[in-house]
């Protein structure tokens, strides 16, 4: 069962009424959430998706805090999936600042290396897999 949000209670509503009625419901048919085929993703986000999913500075200083920080919006029913994209997408811009400092050229710029469009696929894809992580509140324990 999906998480009822203040973003999703109307489309909640609706099927419950719907399925009450015995009719079929919008949500069979659509998730409540866009999640990304990872191998649709572009080889640029795939690299900076596996950089920051092996690099333990990252996952201490940026995933954490991010999932326990989301972990309380989802228990305060604040969760929102567009502020949590944008949240991931910090997470991204430190993991492309992270592999040019490691990989690229002194002459290069971090956000030319991964340009917006890559980073924002990242940051997609970092809020639909680590979903699991944040909706359980035990998961660090």
């Given at each position: 069962?999906?998480?009822?949000?203040?973003?999703?209670?109307a489309?909640?509503?609706?099927?419950?009424?719907?399925?009450?009625a015995?009719?079929?419901?919008?949500?069979?048919?659509?998730?409540?959430?866009?999640?990304?085929?990872?191998?649709?993703m572009?080889?640029?986000?795939?690299?900076?998706?596996?950089?920051a999913d092996?690099d333990?500075?990252?996952?201490?200083?940026?995933?954490?805090?991010?999932?326990k920080?989301?972990?309380?919006?989802?228990?305060?029913?604040?969760?929102?999936?567009e502020k949590?994209?944008?949240?991931?997408?910090?997470?991204a811009?430190?993991?492309?600042?992270?592999y040019?400092?490691?990989?690229?050229?002194?002459?290069?710029?971090?956000?030319e290396?991964?340009?917006?469009?890559?980073?924002?696929?990242?940051?997609?894809h970092?809020?639909?897999?680590?979903?699991?992580?944040v909706?359980?509140?035990?998961y660090?324990?």
């Amino acid at each position: 069962m999906a998480l009822v949000t203040s973003k999703n209670k109307a489309q909640h509503d609706q099927d419950f009424m719907a399925k009450k009625a015995g009719q079929s419901t919008v949500s069979e048919t659509k998730s409540a959430y866009d999640e990304p085929d990872y191998h649709s993703m572009s080889d640029d986000a795939k690299e900076l998706v596996l950089h920051a999913d092996n690099d333990e500075h990252l996952y201490r200083s940026s995933h954490m805090p991010i999932v326990k920080n989301l972990q309380k919006k989802m228990a305060k029913g604040q969760y929102d999936q567009e502020k949590a994209r944008k949240l991931w997408g910090y997470h991204a811009d430190r993991a492309a600042q992270s592999y040019h400092k490691e990989h690229g050229l002194k002459s290069d710029k971090w956000h030319e290396m991964f340009p917006t469009s890559t980073r924002k696929e990242a940051a997609h894809h970092f809020e639909s897999s680590h979903r699991e992580e944040v909706e359980d509140p035990d998961y660090f324990k």
